[in-house]
């Protein structure tokens, strides 16, 4: 956690973390911080969609509860499609999982706002949770022997077999990583590069300006579909992984 030090024309003083409210628990620093505040407006808008969406229920929508309609339809199809109709028991986890990130994804493009996926420890905490909650479901449905015999592809040569099964246990582990630097890098590279434009524009002025400006709007619509992508591309690979565990591939 760190103060505000950097200064506010940095393009990396955007991702600092800062106590809102200070909290010590022992000797752990438990503060409420500006993450945790648009988490809980993330969640919050979140919630606040679902809510609007399904207060009526009419058999022919509205503009809120077709979108609602529309973002449930989106993740069980995406369930379906990447998991099969068996795993769509887990649709509640991934549907919270998806809009979760949409969200704060999005908030993240408000001005003065804070995008809370461009922390690698929130990211790494999503698929941290994702990876063991998967492996657990793995080895309860499929046993321990089966599970852990299904690191070695059927058909290599015994002379292979250690490096093999050393090469998909690896990249087995490596899946939060991956998954977690993924969103991060993503969010945290188009601020920045979204700041730093920002800035030119500042320096430049009315009229030196308008082109870095025009840029500015490109890119920040451009942005705006890499955080919706982005949260898709979470979604689809924790489909992946959980249709993994269900039928051991």
């Given amino acids: 956690m760190s103060e505000t030090g950097h200064g506010n024309h940095s393009p ?58 529309v973002m449930v339809q989106f993740v069980g199809n995406t369930v379906r499609d990447c998991a099969g109709s068996d795993a769509m028991k887990f649709f509640p986890m991934i549907f919270t999982l998806f809009m979760f990130i949409l969200a704060c994804n999005l908030l993240g493009m408000l001005p003065y706002s804070f995008t809370v996926t461009s922390h690698i420890i929130v990211t790494f905490a999503l698929a941290l949770g994702i990876f063991l909650a998967c492996t657990v479901l793995a080895i309860i449905k499929h046993g321990p022997g089966k599970f852990l015999h299904s690191f070695l592809p059927e058909g290599t040569p015994w002379w292979m ?39 030119f524009v500042v320096m430049l002025g009315v009229l030196g300006g308008w082109a870095p400006f025009a840029l500015l709007v490109v890119l920040t619509g451009f942005e705006i579909g890499i955080a919706v992508l982005q949260a898709y591309i979470f979604t689809v690979l924790t489909c992946v992984y959980l249709n993994n565990a269900l039928h051991l591939h």
């Fill in 161 to 199: 077999a250690p490096l093999m099964y050393f090469i998909e246990v690896f990249s087995y582990l490596a899946r939060p990583i991956s998954l977690s630097v993924r969103l991060a890098a993503n969010m945290m590279a188009g601020h920045t590069m979204l700041k730093v434009i920002a800035g």
């Fill in 12 to 69: 990396l003083a955007q991702f600092e973390v800062y106590p809102l409210l200070p909290l010590q628990f022992g000797q752990y620093d438990v503060s409420f911080t500006n993450a945790s505040l648009w988490m809980v407006i993330a969640m919050a808008a979140t919630a606040l969609l679902m809510l609007i969406g399904a207060r009526k229920n009419q058999l022919v929508p509205g503009r809120w509860q077709s979108m609602s309609e």
